[in-house]
């Protein structure tokens, strides 16, 4: 074929095609996705799948939030997730003899029904030598003002030694719990009888609790985040019983002001740059977080990543593959034909996905990108090859084929020359039918969780979510977006699919 | 010249025989190397605990020689003695005449293999094959009836459905029916498919509706389009175009001529249907945990236990085998043009 012969061919292909309303619709979400896929990286950043299967990348992320567009959905909206760096903070440095003081403060706008789920301070980077020299942080909260509040301030943490990188997670620690009864009893909520106030501290308020009997229950049921950001008077300004303002905490709406006392010797240098607080939402993002805190939406851009390459992949190997041995076998007829055409059958015999289990168990239990393809087209061209034979017996007995072999020419030339050419037009059309079964087919493995971990893939995600009986605890968010990627990217090449074999294959009926 | 019926018969038989027999060997091929694995670390176990045993009884811990022994005794046993490739023909003969053994933890409530398949092949055929015959029943009537009015509201919407379910993985449909009809709505049970066992036909039946419902919607469109496509190239050929000429009513036309002449490829279908429904599906059974094939599998898998893996396997070709030979008699009987090429070629 002549270069103008191609160009020529070409043009016509896609003057037919253009008219093909679903298979330009393809194209356009096809071309959408290749072009996120590539830019994966550059919108997020390219150490995600690094980051992806360890836990402490995402210690700042809430478990199981739905996403933060479900508060248009529902009565009582939840807190979304803030996170403020050093360029949001106020930074003051203070020295106080051999020691550095860094006051950070920020101001947090409480606007939900549900306040965040805990505040984590984390990425301090610091050259301590030995764990004396960590520094130490201090943690206070000033809530708005309140009718009948003495006490508008509320120190959550007094000292807390932070490691360099370690990260500190306020809601859980017992420290902000005794801190954050101590000031409910400040402010007349919690009452004491028989004790002088000043034996009590916030160190010994623990004690003084547990011996009453209904506090302590009520105490231990506690969700601290919900009572400091919760009203503690009512509108008059009385203070409200102490068994709504802890177990049935009303969030108070308001500007906050969190402040972090940061004081470490002078010799050890703090290093602000990853340095992050995150108010952690009740919700987040686009699509919520599975139960490690890693964003859905996050895991749903690069999946688009694996899924093309398998399904592209596996595809156009499979079909090239399936022709070629197709056609051979039609070329050469009588034993070899024979022989080729009972190997497809034993082939087909094989039960496609016990068989990639069992051969994923052979390789040691997970397999990686590179072998999961391999195995995806060793048991996927046997179709495409029966297609093939039948079609290129066909050709065979016509009489240009019949010509060219009476002039001599090799039996290379016959087959590449003039059989493959006519079965291009097949090919196309059969290889964008064939990538959403070897994306399935990959999901399908990965669901069973038996591919290789350094991969962020749909069917992963799906295996997560039922590891978490994402079903039975309604958590949608983690069980519809994978699957609908999957289907979506499925359907597109099938659109795409059914549009060439309309163009392309008007007559050759498939025998 | 054409091939006479029963020798074609006989002829498909044959070749399927050997095909099955060559899949078996290259499965235990693969089987036998893993229970070798397995195989070499009981015997390392039995041995270790006759070990204790004996210096408990004895007071002083046994020889080398006495180890080596007891070693060489269980390796007797299990036949590891034996070269890998003798082990993987015996392992073939009898996989191949259903003499399966018995796994050594119990699955399914049983040590017998046999057992094992049969409970699953039960259970599996209630679900999958009912699943199935609803699946040809209202995908052969849609198909039919689209095909009567091609580019129709009704045939539109079926190739977009076909198109939309097929590309669905089955299982994440699973997934969204539970979701939908157990947690949202709470019309079942959430214990119907948190675990496995169920009692009492009603409960069945109950546990049954949301995968039959999810195979149905996943296979019907794809079967509707399927009849559709065929129904269609029969219509536009000439001896309908006779029939209509010749003033046949337009309802003989379709339901006597066409879908007659449609027959063979519709068939071929049917059987490909039925038969593969036998094996289940793996991911769809875990997710409505019912215990058919697929789960059988699973949970031999999860339990090591490569008897019954090995079985399941073989079940498995066995099923795809036997709609292979079924369609392809099938097909010869109803069409007989293609009894001659396969005469030609043989």
């Known amino acids: 074929m002549r270069w103008v012969d191609f160009k020529d061919s070409v043009k016509r292909f896609w003057s037919d095609y253009k008219h093909q309303k679903s298979g330009m619709l393809g194209l356009i979400f ?39 567009w479900e508060n248009y959905f529902i009565k009582e909206t939840k807190a979304t997730q803030v996170e403020y760096t050093i360029q949001n903070m106020h930074v003051e440095k203070a020295v106080n003899g051999t020691y550095n003081v860094y006051t950070l403060s920020m101001t947090y706008d409480m606007r939900y029904d549900v306040p965040p789920a805990d505040i984590v301070i984390t990425g301090l980077v610091s050259n301590a030598s030995n764990p004396r020299q960590n520094p130490v942080v201090k943690v206070d909260l000033i809530r708005p003002p309140e009718p009948g509040v003495k006490e508008n301030a509320l120190t959550l943490l007094s000292q807390i030694q932070l490691p360099s990188n370690g990260s500190i997670q306020v809601g859980p620690l017992d420290q902000t719990r005794s801190h954050l009864l101590y000031w409910l009893y400040l402010n007349g909520i919690i009452k004491i009888p028989n004790v002088p106030p000043q034996m009590i501290t916030p160190e010994t308020i623990n004690m003084f609790i547990m011996g009453n009997t209904t506090l302590y229950q009520l105490v231990a049921a506690m969700d601290p985040m919900r009572v400091m950001f919760g009203r503690i008077t009512d509108d008059n300004g009385n203070p409200l019983p ?39 939402g009740r919700t987040y993002g686009l699509l919520g977080t599975d139960q490690f805190g890693r964003p859905i939406a996050l895991g ?46 034993f082939m087909m015999t094989l039960p496609v996905l016990p068989m990639l289990i069992l051969l994923s168990l052979y390789f040691g239990g997970r397999i990686n990108l590179k072998e999961l393809v391999f195995f995806l087209v060793l048991f996927g061209w046997m179709g495409t090859s029966k297609v093939a034979r039948s079609m290129a017996l066909q050709i065979k007995e016509q009489t240009y084929v019949e010509a060219a072999r009476a002039l001599g020419a090799s039996t290379g030339r016959i087959v590449f020359k003039h059989i493959v050419p006519q079965l291009l037009p097949y090919a196309f059309a059969s290889i964008a039918l064939s990538v959403p079964g070897a994306i399935l087919n990959e999901a399908g493995l990965s669901f069973l969780g038996l591919t290789a971990q350094n991969l962020i893939t749909w069917g992963q995600m799906l295996n997560a979510a039922n590891q978490n009986a994402a079903t ?40 | ?20 027999f060559l899949a078996v060997l290259l499965m235990s091929a693969l089987f036998t190397k893993l229970a070798t694995i397995q195989l070499e670390a009981q015997v390392q176990d039995t041995v270790v605990q006759e070990a204790r045993a004996y210096a408990q009884q004895h007071g002083i811990a046994p020889t080398q020689e006495w180890l080596d022994e007891r070693t060489a005794y269980w390796r007797h046993y299990y036949h590891l003695d034996e070269p890998y490739w003798k082990r993987t023909w015996e392992y073939t003969i009898q996989t191949f005449t259903f003499q399966w053994g018995q796994s050594i ?25 009912t699943a199935e015959i609803i699946v040809i029943l209202v995908g052969l009537g849609l198909g039919v009836k689209s095909a009567q009015k091609p580019g129709s509201l009704l045939d539109r919407t079926i190739s977009i459905l076909a198109m939309v379910t097929t590309s669905l993985p089955m299982w994440w449909l699973g997934m969204l029916m539970i979701l939908l009809f157990v947690v949202y709505l709470g019309w079942l049970p959430i214990t119907l498919y948190s675990q496995t066992a169920v009692t009492g036909w009603s409960n069945i ?16 469109g794809g079967w509707a389009w399927t009849t559709r496509n065929i129904m269609i190239g029969t219509m536009q050929e000439d001896f309908i175009m006779v029939a209509r000429a010749k003033g046949v ?68 070709a066995v099923i795809t085998v036997l709609s292979m030979v079924l369609a392809d008699i099938l097909y010869a009987y109803l069409d007989p043009r293609i009894r001659i090429g396969a005469a030609a070629r043989s």
């Open chain 2, 105 to 129: 933890q119990p699955v399914f409530g049983t040590h017998d293999v046999v057992e094992q398949i049969k409970t699953a092949l039960l259970r599996t055929i209630l679900l999958f094959t």
């Open chain 1, 300 to 345: 749903i851009l690069w999946g688009i990543r694996v899924a093309l390459a398998i399904g592209i992949a596996v595809a156009v190997s499979s079909v090239l593959i399936g022709i070629l041995i197709g056609v051979t076998s039609a070329y050469l007829g009588g034993w070899a034909d024979e022989a080729i055409q009972r190997f497809t059958e």
């Open chain 1, 472 to 511: 039975i605890n309604g958590y949608w968010w983690q069980v519809i977006p994978p699957g609908l990627a999957i289907s979506f990217v499925g359907l597109i090449f099938v659109l795409i699919g059914v549009s060439l074999d309309t163009v392309l294959n008007p007559k050759l009926k498939r025998a």
């Open chain 1, 30 to 68: 096809l071309i959408l996705l290749v072009g996120l896929a590539i830019a994966a990286p550059f919108i997020t950043s390219p150490d995600v799948p690094e980051k992806w299967q360890t836990g402490v990348a995402w210690i700042t992320n809430p478990k199981n939030a739905p996403p933060s």
């Open chain 2, 205 to 220: 039946l109950k546990k049954m509706s949301l995968p039959v419902l999810t195979i149905v919607i996943n296979l019907f």
């Open chain 2, 1 to 20: 010249m054409g091939m006479s019926f029963g020798k074609y018969v006989a002829y498909r038989l044959v070749n399927a025989v050997i095909i099955l």
């Open chain 2, 249 to 316: 009513p337009e309802r003989k036309v379709i339901y006597g001529h066409a879908l007659k002449a449609s027959a063979p490829p519709i068939i071929t279908m049917i059987i490909f249907g039925l038969i593969g429904s036998l094996g289940g599906a793996i991911i769809t059974e875990i997710v409505f945990n019912w215990p058919g094939m697929g789960r059988l599998y699973w949970n031999a898998l999860t339990l090591n236990e490569v008897r019954t893996m090995m079985a399941l396997n073989y079940m498995f």
């Open chain 1, 242 to 280: 102490v068994e709504s303002v802890i177990s049935k905490p009303q969030s108070f709406k308001g500007t906050y002001k969190l402040v972090l006392t940061i004081t470490a010797p002078k010799e050890v240098a703090l290093d602000f740059t990853n340095f992050k607080v995150a108010f952690v």
